[in-house]
């Protein structure tokens, strides 16, 4: 199945979403409990890694600056906990330096505050935010050990502190995490140690054991891909890259999962190959794939659509402002979508777009 031509009629529009108070990329964002987006971290325009933390308000579609980071930091990760409070977890800063630390962030206060250090560093990694309330870490970079990981442990808010739960089966930074409707972890793609080594295989991971158990084999290996849950409990996994002749070659292949087989099937690619972008499940079940960069590492400004009942995907109009990659993309309460921040080939992106929720 192939990409579905672009429709003249289409109303998805992409708006202008506020200017940022700094421009930055690779960052986090996080939408709170009472519907504001947290940005934090990421590197700046000399590619210094960013402590400086701010708020978007949807109400008045402005950015306001909130308390700073204890620890500046880029290439980390943010997750919301069930107490309404966020958790930014690792990262790293200029020359490999790892940030071993751990913060809160409570939205009651505007501050941050140090929270226990895990037993390891952890860079370009996916947390997950547990059924039980506790937050899984698992994988990633650690400069300190000279790569990839394998380990994985579990934060518990109630208790403040970090265990160590089953290893990965692979060793992978890059990858993606998604809630299975089981309430277990699959565990996609990524890349492992050594030079391009892609683990076609996925994991799961049961909280009920505290195990990674292999899962099926990707058809196409890739890291830095987006990976989300569809609305029939099937795992969309869409672009990223691999390795083609020593080099990264930038995929447009898509394949979906079925969590029932545990078995990988391939389905419409997408209409133009781009890798560091973001996908987000819509309202009506579409998912929504923005910006990243093609196979000649140049910015996209293009945004599409993928239809599970068709299995393809479509190129949406317009097109978004500014071409970006390293953004973030949150699903505002509305159902409507913030991407903020990130670069492109001339620099970081100042003003973030904002696509209204289709109807």
């Known amino acids: 199945m192939g990409a579905a031509p672009a429709c003249a009629g289409d109303t998805s529009l992409d708006n202008f979403g506020g200017n940022l108070v700094t421009p930055r990329s690779a960052h986090t964002a ?120 394998a380990i994985a442990e579990l934060y518990d808010p109630s208790t403040g502190t970090w265990s160590l739960t089953g290893s990965l089966n692979h060793a992978r930074g890059g990858y993606k995490a998604v809630v299975l409707s089981s309430g277990k972890i699959l565990i996609t793609g990524g890349y492992g140690p050594g030079t391009y080594p892609y683990p076609p295989q996925t994991e799961i991971y049961d909280p009920a054991t505290g195990v990674f158990s292999d899962s099926g084999s990707l058809n196409i290996p890739r890291a830095n891909h987006a990976a989300v849950l569809l609305k029939n409990g099937r795992v969309l996994v869409a672009g990223g890259y691999r390795s083609s002749g020593g080099k990264s070659q930038v995929l447009a292949a898509s394949e979906i999962y079925d969590p029932t087989t545990g078995l990988w099937m391939q389905t419409g690619s997408l209409t133009t190959r781009r890798a560091v972008f973001t996908a987000s499940v819509l309202t009506n079940g579409r998912v929504f794939a923005a910006g990243g960069y093609d196979n000649s590492f140049q910015a996209l400004e293009s945004i599409e659509e993928y239809s599970p009942a068709s299995g393809s995907w479509r190129v949406l109009r317009p097109t978004l402002a500014t071409p970006r990659f390293q953004h973030t993309t949150t699903t505002l309460l509305d159902g409507s979508l913030i991407m903020a921040g990130g670069a492109n080939n001339s620099g970081l992106i100042p003003a973030a777009d904002l696509f209204i929720r289709p109807h």
């Open 30 to 149: 996080t939408l709170l409990s009472n519907g504001q987006v947290l940005l934090a971290g990421g590197s700046d325009d000399t590619k210094a890694a960013l402590s400086s933390a701010e708020l978007y308000n949807p109400a008045t579609n402005t950015w306001i600056a909130t308390g700073s980071l204890n620890n500046a930091r880029f290439f980390h990760s943010a997750i919301r906990m069930a107490d309404g409070r966020v958790l930014v977890v690792g990262g790293e800063l200029p020359l490999n330096y790892d940030v071993p630390t751990a913060e809160i962030y409570d939205p009651a206060t505007g501050a941050w505050t140090l929270a226990a250090t895990p037993n390891s560093p952890h860079t370009d990694f996916d947390p997950v935010l547990l059924p039980n309330g506790k937050v899984l870490v698992a994988g990633g970079v650690s400069h300190a050990i000279s790569g990839e990981t």
